[in-house]
């Protein structure tokens, strides 16, 4: 009887094996450290191959709740009046024949807590080497505060208008070249401007401020708008 054994060294495959999986343990702890909700959309079977744990701290739901909804629970989240437009803008996105199509949409989704948030939803169609669209990997930001603030300057300057534009006083506002930018009517007939002057103010552009022979409607208060241009400020007339 003859017994023949054959041996392998494995060492450096194990090794390989060890550093793989421990790349990997660290590549999945860095996406569920980040502040980004990151996910993997696919597009076969419109499940979520995966969902980082900051989901949690944007929307309240947790990384297996959105799994388990799948992409049409999420969607079913988002505001009525957002929810066409991002279905259109994934249709659109898919369509393209671009290896890896990228955009960025905004919506508002609805949270654990009953309240809306808006959303920054950043992502890749990734395709297979057949072009056919196989994931969407994308990265969600939560951009509420910042959608308020921006919502809020705008209702400020709508309010800001209105009051200027029908105030009994007379406005205007001009950059430091002297252009003309805005007025209110009765600014506009205090200094009886016509039309073809306005229009000449608002496109006018002077390299170096210095006031000329159109500027002398102000009277005796040139001087006084001249030290506002130079210095910056306000003068009442």
């Given at each position: 009887f003859?017994?023949?054994?054959?041996g392998?060294d494995i060492?450096?495959r194990k090794r390989?094996e060890?550093?793989?999986?421990e790349s990997e343990v660290r590549?999945?702890q860095?996406?569920?450290?980040?502040?980004?909700?990151?996910?993997?959309?696919n597009l076969e079977?419109?499940?979520y191959?995966?969902v980082s744990?900051?989901?949690?701290?944007?929307t309240?739901?947790?990384?297996d709740?959105?799994?388990?909804?799948?992409?049409?629970?999420m969607?079913?989240?988002?505001h009525?009046?957002?929810?066409?437009?991002?279905?259109?803008h994934?249709?659109s996105l898919?369509l393209?024949?671009?290896?890896?199509a990228?955009s960025t949409?905004e919506?508002?989704?609805?949270?654990?807590?009953?309240?809306?948030?808006?959303?920054s939803?950043s992502?890749?169609?990734?395709?297979s080497?057949a072009?056919r669209?196989?994931y969407i990997?994308?990265?969600?930001r939560d951009?509420t505060e910042?959608?308020?603030a921006?919502e809020?300057?705008?209702?400020s300057e709508?309010?800001?208008?209105t009051?200027?534009?029908?105030a009994p006083?007379?406005v205007?506002?001009?950059?430091r070249?002297?252009r003309l930018l805005a007025?209110?009517?009765a600014?506009?007939?205090i200094w009886?401007m016509?039309?073809e002057?306005?229009?000449?103010d608002m496109?006018?552009e002077?390299s170096?401020?210095?006031?000329?022979?159109?500027d002398?409607?102000?009277g005796?208060?040139?001087e006084?708008?001249?030290?506002?241009?130079?210095?910056g400020?306000?003068?009442?007339v």
């Amino acid at each position: 009887f003859t017994a023949i054994a054959v041996g392998h060294d494995i060492t450096e495959r194990k090794r390989a094996e060890r550093a793989l999986v421990e790349s990997e343990v660290r590549f999945k702890q860095a996406l569920d450290k980040s502040r980004d909700m990151l996910y993997r959309l696919n597009l076969e079977t419109l499940t979520y191959d995966y969902v980082s744990a900051s989901v949690t701290d944007i929307t309240g739901y947790t990384p297996d709740e959105v799994i388990a909804m799948g992409s049409a629970g999420m969607r079913s989240l988002v505001h009525p009046e957002d929810a066409e437009r991002l279905g259109d803008h994934r249709e659109s996105l898919v369509l393209v024949s671009e290896a890896e199509a990228s955009s960025t949409t905004e919506y508002r989704l609805l949270c654990r807590d009953g309240t809306y948030r808006w959303l920054s939803d950043s992502h890749t169609v990734i395709r297979s080497e057949a072009s056919r669209p196989q994931y969407i990997i994308g990265s969600v930001r939560d951009i509420t505060e910042q959608r308020l603030a921006q919502e809020a300057l705008r209702e400020s300057e709508r309010f800001n208008k209105t009051v200027i534009q029908h105030a009994p006083l007379g406005v205007s506002v001009r950059n430091r070249t002297g252009r003309l930018l805005a007025y209110n009517d009765a600014w506009k007939r205090i200094w009886d401007m016509s039309e073809e002057r306005l229009q000449e103010d608002m496109r006018r552009e002077r390299s170096v401020l210095r006031f000329d022979d159109r500027d002398n409607y102000l009277g005796e208060w040139r001087e006084k708008v001249r030290e506002v241009y130079e210095n910056g400020g306000s003068v009442h007339v």
